[in-house]
């Protein structure tokens, strides 16, 4: 059974800082990776999509790796702003049909 | 914003009672995922649907039943509501049904169970 957890939980930074978010997970035979964006009470704001054959995806100022043999993914938010302020899930595709497992997501706080 | 939508976007229930949450698609997408998420947990998967056939189903109990239409857009039923329930129930779609395609949510039905 795959498991993903997300660490840190919270994380509360000033604005201007470059900031790691790390996921991690049990099963390493996936198809892909996605990171996305929940802001309060809202759905899911799709981020990045890594291919297991992928090491890493940039979008503007986010970037994510995986290392799929060592379970791993990590989300970098450089220069981070208050706009950027919610909470980060990771969830990774695995299996046959269109099953993503997440992770309990990190509270990302930034201050100006 | 992805061209995923949900109905109602909250509504409150009592316990007992019946409720249907209705998704559409995104243009071009043939498959349907339904999601739990309790406050505070990440999404939890409930089932899939792939032109108008479940393909896929998570750990919730058989009161939680769905369909999806020749234009597939979806509905996820509830019955015999406890309280448990209370959640957010996200839709995705993606353009196939296999994991190694991009899921696009829409924003959510609140679901209160009192």
């Given at each position: 059974k795959q498991e993903v957890t997300q660490i840190p939980?919270?994380?509360?930074?000033?604005?201007?800082?470059?900031?790691?978010?790390?996921?991690?997970?049990?099963?390493?035979a996936i198809y892909n990776l996605?990171?996305?964006?929940?802001?309060?009470?809202?759905?899911l704001t799709s981020l990045l999509l890594i291919q297991s054959s992928q090491r890493e995806q940039t979008s503007g100022r986010l970037n994510a790796s995986l290392d799929k043999s060592s379970g791993r993914s990590t989300l970098y938010i450089a220069?981070?702003?208050p706009g950027d302020s919610a909470?980060?899930?990771?969830?990774?595709?695995?299996?046959?049909?269109?099953?993503?497992?997440?992770?309990?997501?990190?509270?990302?706080?930034?201050?100006? | 914003e992805t061209g995923v939508t949900q109905s109602p976007t909250h509504l409150i229930k009592t316990r007992g009672q019946q409720v249907t949450l209705r998704c559409s698609s995104q243009s071009g997408h043939n498959t349907v995922s339904w999601y739990q998420q309790a406050l505070g947990q990440g999404p939890q998967f409930i089932f899939q649907y792939y032109r108008e056939e479940e393909n896929?189903?998570?750990?919730?109990?058989?009161?939680?039943s769905g369909l999806q239409?020749?234009?597939?857009?979806?509905?996820?039923?509830v019955n015999a509501l406890e309280l448990d329930d209370s959640a957010l129930y996200l839709c995705a779609s993606s353009g196939d049904?296999?994991?190694?395609?991009?899921?696009?949510f829409g924003q959510g039905t609140r679901l209160t169970v009192v």
């Open positions: 939980a919270a994380l509360s930074v000033p604005e201007g800082e470059n900031l790691v978010l790390n996921c991690s997970f049990t099963d390493s996605q990171w996305f964006r929940q802001d309060p009470g809202k759905g220069a981070s702003q909470t980060y899930l990771c969830a990774v595709g695995g299996t046959s049909y269109g099953k993503l497992t997440f992770g309990q997501g990190t509270i990302l706080t930034v201050h100006p | 896929g189903r998570g750990n919730f109990p058989p009161r939680f239409f020749p234009n597939y857009s979806s509905e996820l039923n049904r296999g994991s190694w395609t991009e899921a696009f």
